[in-house]
C-alpha cells in the first residue's frame, strides 16, 4: 500500500499554522508594533501557487505542481497576508518543462491533460480524498496500490532529482501497515491512528473503500477473509468495494 509523501507524518494544518503565528511575532517585533495579518496553508480562497509563481518560488509545471529548480515539487506552500509595505521579489516567468511529458505518460488514470490543466474527476489524490462517494468502477483497477494520495507525477518528474531531505514533522517514510490489517480498522482505532494525520480526511469509511480497491488491485488472496469479514461493515461504501475486490482478486486468479 502507498501513501501520499505529505501524508507521512503530521498534518501539515497542524504543523504550518503554529509556524506562521511564530514569524508573525517575529516580524512584530522587527518592526516594533502589532501588524494586522492573516495566514493560510490552503486553508482559504487563496490562489497559492499563482501566488508562489508571482513570488519568484517557481514555474507550475505540466503536472500543475509549482516547481522550484533547486528543489524539485516536494514542499508545501503557506502565505502570510501582512498590513505592511515589504519589496516585492521578482515572479518566476521561465518555463523548464520544455518537451518532457513524462507526467503525462506516467499518470494512470490519464488525468494530466495536454493543455496543462487536469480533470481531478480522474486524479487518484481527488478519488482516494476528495471523493465521497463510488469510486468509478472503471477507474479502480487505475489506483493500483494508492489508499491515499498519489505521487507518481512528482516520482517521474526530473526537476525532483534536486529535492531536498523532507521537514521531520512531515515524516520520513510510509507507515509500514499491511493492506490487511488497514481492512479490520474499527472507528476508534482509525481515530487513534490518524487523528493528527492528513489520512483523518478521508473518513474511516473513504480510507476502508480505498484499502479495499488497493487489496482487489494486488490480487492478494490472503486478503480474501478480511475482504469477506468487510462484507458485514456497517457502511455501504466499504461493503461496495469489498465486493468488488474480492471479484477482482478471484478473476484475477481464473486467468
Same mark, same amino acid.
Request: aromatic content about 8%.
Given at each position: ?7 507521512w ?6 504543523? !504550518?499554522p ?5 514569524l508573525?511575532?517575529?516580524i ?13 496553508? @490552503? ?12 513570488a ?6 505540466k503536472?500543475t ?5 533547486k ?6 506552500l503557506?502565505e502570510?497576508?501582512? @498590513?505592511?509595505?515589504?519589496?516585492p521579489d521578482?515572479?518566476?516567468v ?6 518532457c ?23 487518484i ?15 479502480? /483497477?487505475?489506483?493500483g ?5 498519489c505521487d507518481?507525477?512528482?516520482m ?9 531531505e523532507g521537514?521531520?514533522?512531515?515524516g ?6 499491511? !493492506? ?20 483523518k ?5 473513504g ?11 494486488t490480487a492478494?488472496?490472503?486478503?480474501? /477473509?478480511?475482504l ?28
Amino acid at each position: 500500500m502507498r501513501i501520499a509523501s505529505y501524508a507521512w507524518g503530521e498534518d501539515y494544518h497542524h504543523v !504550518l499554522p503554529a509556524r506562521m503565528k511564530e514569524l508573525v511575532q517575529f516580524i512584530e517585533q522587527q518592526v516594533g508594533g502589532p501588524i494586522k495579518n492573516r495566514y493560510y496553508t @490552503d486553508t482559504g480562497p487563496i490562489l497559492e501557487r499563482d501566488l508562489a509563481q508571482r513570488a519568484g518560488i517557481g514555474w507550475i509545471g505540466k503536472n500543475t505542481c509549482l516547481i522550484n529548480p533547486k528543489q524539485g515539487s516536494y514542499f508545501l506552500l503557506s502565505e502570510i497576508l501582512l @498590513d505592511l509595505t515589504l519589496e516585492p521579489d521578482l515572479p518566476f516567468v521561465t518555463d523548464h518543462c520544455g518537451t518532457c511529458t513524462r507526467c503525462i505518460t506516467a499518470c494512470p488514470t490519464q488525468c494530466i491533460l495536454p493543455d496543462r490543466t487536469l480533470d481531478a474527476r480522474r486524479c487518484i489524490s481527488y478519488l482516494t480524498i476528495e471523493l465521497k462517494d463510488d469510486i468509478p468502477a472503471d477507474l479502480r /483497477p487505475l489506483i493500483g496500490d494508492w489508499v491515499f494520495g498519489c505521487d507518481i507525477c512528482q516520482m517521474v518528474c526530473p526537476w525532483n532529482r534536486f529535492a531536498v531531505e523532507g521537514d521531520p514533522a512531515f515524516g520520513t517514510q510510509s507507515p509500514p501497515h499491511s !493492506l490487511t490489517d488497514e481492512l479490520g480498522l474499527t472507528s476508534q482505532e482509525f481515530n487513534g491512528r490518524f487523528k493528527q494525520t492528513p489520512i483523518k480526511r478521508a473518513k474511516r469509511r473513504g480510507y476502508l473503500r480505498n484499502v479495499a480497491v488497493a487489496s482487489g488491485n494486488t490480487a492478494d488472496w490472503h486478503a480474501l /477473509p478480511v475482504l469477506n469479514d468487510a462484507m458485514e461493515d456497517p457502511e455501504p461504501l466499504v461493503r461496495e468495494h469489498a465486493k468488488w475486490a474480492i471479484e477482482e482478486i478471484k478473476r484475477k486468479e481464473e486467468l
